[in-house]
């Protein structure tokens, strides 16, 4: 099987996500995110919003004339947008509107119409950066509060479920996610926090 990530992929590249009416096709928009450098690009601009591209390199580890090059081709593709915030030196970037309908990003069987190995690619890629974000927060969990500190991070729990409900707890932690979604918005000390959640069969497929 192949897999890929969605909506974080689908979202982004399905026709009607993208703001822009010059935007790439949708099979174009994902041959431009198989590439580590841009789809790093991209999910960061989509969890810190808006930055320049000498911010993003720093961020990245990456050269400014690398991030510019890939920040155009996103662009290109109706991925990012220049938010006009600049400062005449450099451009303010920032990842193209798109429906805010909360969705939770999950992964999915690829069908016929995706492209096998772009869409493995992709599914790994979003794995590997869940798994550095995870091993970023261990090493630094030390100089948050306490009582952050005991909320956050990996849980895991088992559940013996059928088919459909397991689609009922995904949607009811989908829903969860969404009440609180701005729940602390204008709230001094408010953080924004990334929530992954991955449903994961035990059992051989039958």
């Not at 580590?36 to 050269?63: F, I, Q, V, Y």
């Amino acid at each position: 099987m192949q897999w890929h990530r969605t909506p974080f992929a689908q979202k982004l590249c399905d026709s009607g996500a993208v703001s822009s009416p010059d935007a790439a096709p949708p099979e174009d928009r994902w041959r431009t995110l198989a590439h580590p450098l841009r789809s790093r690009l991209l999910a960061h601009l989509r969890l810190h919003g808006a930055a320049s591209g000498a911010e993003l390199a720093r961020e990245l580890g990456t050269n400014t004339g690398a991030t510019s090059y890939h920040l155009r081709v996103l662009e290109d593709a109706g991925l990012v947008e220049d938010t006009g915030l600049g400062d005449g030196r450099s451009r303010m970037w920032a990842a193209s509107e798109t429906d805010d309908d909360g969705s939770p990003t999950t992964t999915r069987v690829a069908t016929e119409d995706d492209d096998p190995e772009t869409a493995a690619w992709l599914a790994h890629d979003y794995v590997d950066l869940c798994a550095q974000r995870n091993h970023a927060w261990i090493d630094g969990a030390d100089a948050w509060p306490a009582g952050l500190i005991d909320e956050c991070g990996l849980k895991d729990d088992l559940v013996i479920v059928t088919t459909d409900q397991l689609a009922a707890l995904r949607s009811e932690i989908d829903a969860v996610v969404a009440r609180y979604r701005r729940a602390g918005g204008g709230t001094p000390g408010a953080l924004r926090v990334a929530v992954w959640s991955s449903l994961l069969p035990v059992d051989r497929p039958r």
